[in-house]
C-alpha cells in the first residue's frame, strides 16, 4: 500500500493550491479518503473527507467554504483544492485511507497514511 502526495509549496496569503494524493496496493474507490495536517508542535488536524464514490464530503471548520475535497476513482487519486489560503494554514498536510466513510475526523480511525507534503504559507 502506498499514498503519494504532492502539490505542496511556498505560496502567498489569498493565493490557490492544489494537493494530489496517488493511491496504490488496495481498492481505492471501496475507500474513504482524507486529509490531515500536522503544523508544527500541534497535534495532527482533520482537514477533509470525502466518501468512497464522493457522494458526501466533511471539511472541519477553520477551512470550510475555502478548501473542497475531490476523487478521481480511475486515477485512484485524491485531490484537496486550497483557495484563499492563510498563514495559519501553514503545515504538512497527509492524505488517508480507511475503508468506511464514517468518524472521519479521528486519525487513530485510518488505516493508511502517506508520507505528507509540507505547505507554507506567507503573509
Known amino acids: 500500500v502506498q499514498l503519494q502526495a504532492s502539490g505542496g509549496g511556498l505560496v502567498q496569503a489569498g493565493s490557490s493550491l492544489r494537493l494530489s494524493c496517488v493511491a496504490s496496493?488496495?481498492?481505492?474507490?471501496?475507500?474513504?479518503m482524507a486529509w490531515f495536517r500536522q503544523a508544527p508542535g500541534r497535534e495532527r488536524e482533520f482537514v477533509s473527507a470525502?466518501?468512497?464514490?464522493?457522494?458526501?464530503?466533511n471539511h472541519a471548520e477553520s477551512v470550510r467554504g475555502r478548501f473542497t475535497i475531490s476523487r478521481d476513482n480511475a486515477k485512484y487519486t485524491v485531490y484537496l483544492q486550497m483557495n484563499n489560503v492563510k498563514p495559519e494554514d501553514t503545515a504538512v498536510y497527509y492524505c488517508?485511507?480507511?475503508?468506511?466513510?464514517?468518524?472521519?475526523?479521528?486519525?487513530?480511525?485510518?488505516?493508511?497514511w502517506g508520507q505528507g507534503t509540507q505547505v507554507t504559507v506567507s503573509s
Open positions: 488517508a485511507a480507511k475503508p468506511r466513510f464514517s468518524d472521519t475526523n479521528s486519525a487513530p480511525s485510518y488505516n493508511y
Open positions: 496496493g488496495f481498492y481505492f474507490s471501496t475507500y474513504a
Open positions: 470525502i466518501s468512497e464514490r464522493g457522494h458526501m464530503r
